[in-house]
DNA sequence: AAAAAAG
């Protein structure tokens, strides 16, 4: 895998004799293990890590995705744990990631590596059924691989006791921080014995992470590791202003003007990962979707059909940004500027590797100005921008006003991802004031002009409605069958663009909207009362642009 | 502001 790949990568480079995986004191079985998948040289951090691991002392790693990082931890553990047998529901060790597509990609190492040593292991990750889980901690296990919270919901049912975890492994400890997983992480590491040798990676080492590691570690061997120079310079980096509306149709040029081989798309935003996932279909392409909020059964799916090349394009949310080993990327396209710039680097690390040549481009709105500087900030260098033939350029200029407008940020939630914000080309300074009167003006669709009209007609109606005191609170009565209403018009079959009329259509009766449906003009004042519930997190997508006018 | 992870 990562480990796999990282070792055939280093072979050619080689010039002065190298280590071989048979120096570093592993046992027969796990060696012939090892070469039976065809590698014969560590990486680094495994030529480093494995002995200080077999001696039994505790390591602190600063190493990415793609070092070889996993195999230096779980080659030198399965030699560790050879030999003796774990107990009924007492695991002798345990392996956390923050997420359960790396929690599966460890499993198959273990897989692949234990084959000779006869070691169990147990995956415990959400999404999926206890039982099997349950069962396998009954029979006993030598390896624990989890994700923080199935683990302590097993934990915290009696279903495993700690007290034989004698190795512990915290793997991508920056990613458990920016998820928020260390107080779980902390509470694993009160209910584990403190006797106990502890592997902690991460792939920084910011002052936050270097605390935790103290308070984790004793006297660790630091062993740090940088990316394989090669990287960065295989990797062609791109930057693409586009509007907001005509970002798809950019992706879509592109990925027919490159030679795609297979690529990952990241989107900020699940529910835009769904939109673009369903476009990109409709539009012919082969393509699967990736996000956390897919069942678990789905997300192994896809990412295998994507593996196995049964699927070249892969939509994905930034679940799939960091760790995930997917061999080969020709190409990574960030259908939004992430919001975090170390994700751009984490996302685009996704291709180029194994000394391939890797291509990374991002669509920007205007108002990504700032995020595009964030990014190149962190990199050190500016991302080359680039045009799409046919495509009419943004300039510089409308990139700096989108900037110094922003103010007030981008927008609804509603809106922000549909990619129908009226965006950037809203030039004249006109619609930016305020979110409810932007109009969602459609995409690829050629004149502006009947949308124009529309707008300024809609202006002074709404500003009368809005002085009528019931209207406001009839508007929110309706809010609340909004979505859903939206969300199924988003499974027609329909064209894009069609669609999208429709639902504009939708909002602008809502606007003038009928009020409670059977009442007429009638309606008795509660219930037009707004009802306060807790608002839906984003699964309740579609949300209508009632939301922008609350929002703002 | 969003994503991940426990249901």
Not at 84 to 106: C, D, F, G, N, Y
Not at 382 to 390: A, D, F, Q, S, T
Request: aromatic share 4%; proline share 7%.
């Amino acid at each position: 895998m990562a480990e796999a790949e990282a070792v055939a990568e280093a072979e050619p480079v080689a010039e002065e004799p190298r280590t071989v995986f048979a120096d570093l004191g592993l046992s027969e079985k796990l060696l012939r293990a090892v070469e039976e998948s065809g590698y014969k040289h560590p990486t680094p951090i495994q030529e480093q890590a494995i002995p200080i691991v077999l001696m039994g002392r505790d390591v602190l790693g600063c190493a990415q995705t793609g070092t070889g990082k996993t195999a230096s931890f779980t080659l030198p553990m399965m030699d560790i744990l050879a030999g003796s047998r774990a107990k009924a529901r007492m695991p002798r060790s345990l392996i956390l990631e923050p997420t359960r597509e790396l929690a599966l990609q460890v499993a198959e190492q273990f897989v692949k590596y234990g084959k000779y040593l006869g070691l169990t292991h147990a995956l415990l990750i959400g999404g999926e059924s206890m039982d099997d889980q349950k069962a396998a901690l009954e029979k006993g296990v030598d390896v624990l691989i989890a994700t923080p919270g199935r683990l302590l919901d097993l934990f915290d049912r009696g279903r495993i006791l700690m007290a034989d975890c004698k190795l512990l492994v915290i793997d991508e400890a920056d990613r458990m921080l920016d998820m928020g997983f260390i107080p779980d992480v902390e509470r694993i590491g009160s209910i584990i014995p403190a006797l106990r040798q502890t592997l902690f990676f991460s792939a920084t080492m910011a002052p936050e992470i270097r605390r935790i590691a103290d308070a984790f570690l004793r006297n660790p061997k630091e062993i740090t590791v940088s990316r394989p120079a090669t990287v960065a310079t295989t990797i062609t980096a791109g930057l693409f202003y586009v509007p907001e509306m005509d970002k798809r149709e950019a992706l879509r040029r592109l990925i027919r003007r490159e030679q795609v081989q297979n690529a990952l798309i990241f989107c900020n935003r699940k529910r835009d990962v769904d939109i673009l996932y369903k476009s990109l279909k409709k539009h012919g392409f082969s393509v699967g979707a990736l996000h956390g909020d897919m069942d678990q059964s789905a997300r192994f799916a896809t990412l295998n059909a994507f593996k196995a090349n049964e699927i070249r394009l892969l939509v994905c949310s930034d679940v799939a940004a960091r760790g995930l080993d997917i061999g080969g990327l020709s190409h990574v396209f960030n259908f939004d500027v992430p919001f975090h710039s170390e994700d751009y680097v984490h996302r685009i690390g996704r291709t180029g590797r194994a000394g391939r040549e890797g291509h990374a481009y991002t669509l920007a709105t205007p108002e990504d100005g700032k995020l595009v500087q964030a990014v190149e900030k962190l990199t050190g260098a500016p991302i080359p921008r680039m045009e799409i033939e046919g495509m009419e350029p943004i300039t510089e200029a409308e990139i700096a006003e989108a900037m110094t407008r922003k103010r007030g940020g981008r927008g609804s939630r509603a809106d922000a991802g549909r990619g129908e914000r009226s965006g950037g080309r809203d030039r004249h300074g006109r619609g930016r004031e305020r979110d409810r009167d932007e109009r969602p003006r459609r995409a690829a669709a050629p004149p502006a002009t009947p949308a124009a009209e529309e707008m300024t007609e809609e202006r002074p109606r709404r500003e009368e409605a809005r002085r009528r005191d019931e209207r406001p609170r009839r508007e929110e009565a309706r809010r609340d069958e909004q979505p859903r209403r939206d969300e199924a018009r988003r499974d027609e079959p329909r064209r894009d663009r069609e669609r999208d009329d429709h639902r504009r259509r939708d909002r602008d009766r809502d606007d003038l909207g009928p009020p409670v449906r059977g009442f007429g003009d009638d309606v008795p004042a509660f219930m037009l009362i707004p009802i306060p519930r807790p608002r839906k997190p984003r699964a309740e997508t579609g949300a209508p642009e009632g939301d922008a006018a609350e929002a703002a």
